[in-house]
């Protein structure tokens, strides 16, 4: 079984930071890369940043390009999501996801609230 747990959401102000961390525990998986994805009231579930867990290379949906940043510390097993200049639209509960290979996402985590007020 493997766990991904969230955390850092919260409530912030428009052109504020938020720092969203996820800590991978449970059974040791090969991993390709990790991601955080978003789902809006109303909306699909939205690819936002991933991260290769081997060489570190990073891919960024357009919408969050310059102001979000996603990391890893493959010591800890953790990936961050650093978010700058928060705007309402980015208002949304983020997941965390692990994927084994390519081809998808296997694991995900349980959310946590983001809510950027005007």
């Known amino acids: 079984q493997v766990q991904l747990v969230e955390s850092g959401g919260g409530l912030v102000q428009a052109g504020g930071s938020l720092r969203l961390s996820c800590a991978a525990s449970?059974?040791?998986?090969?991993?390709?890369?990790m991601g955080w994805f978003r789902q809006a009231p109303g909306k699909e579930r939205e690819f936002v940043a991933s991260?290769?867990?081997?060489?570190?290379?990073?891919y960024y949906a357009d919408v969050v390009k310059g102001r979000f940043t996603i990391s890893r510390d493959n010591a800890k097993n953790t990936v961050s999501l650093q978010m700058n200049s928060l705007k309402p639209e980015d208002t949304a509960v983020y997941y965390c996801?692990?994927?084994?290979?390519?081809?998808?996402?296997?694991?995900w985590g349980q959310g946590t609230q983001v809510t950027v007020s005007s």
């Open positions: 996801a692990a994927a084994r290979t390519r081809e998808k996402y296997d694991y």
């Open positions: 449970g059974r040791t998986f090969s991993r390709y890369a």
């Open positions: 991260i290769r867990w081997i060489g570190g290379t990073t």
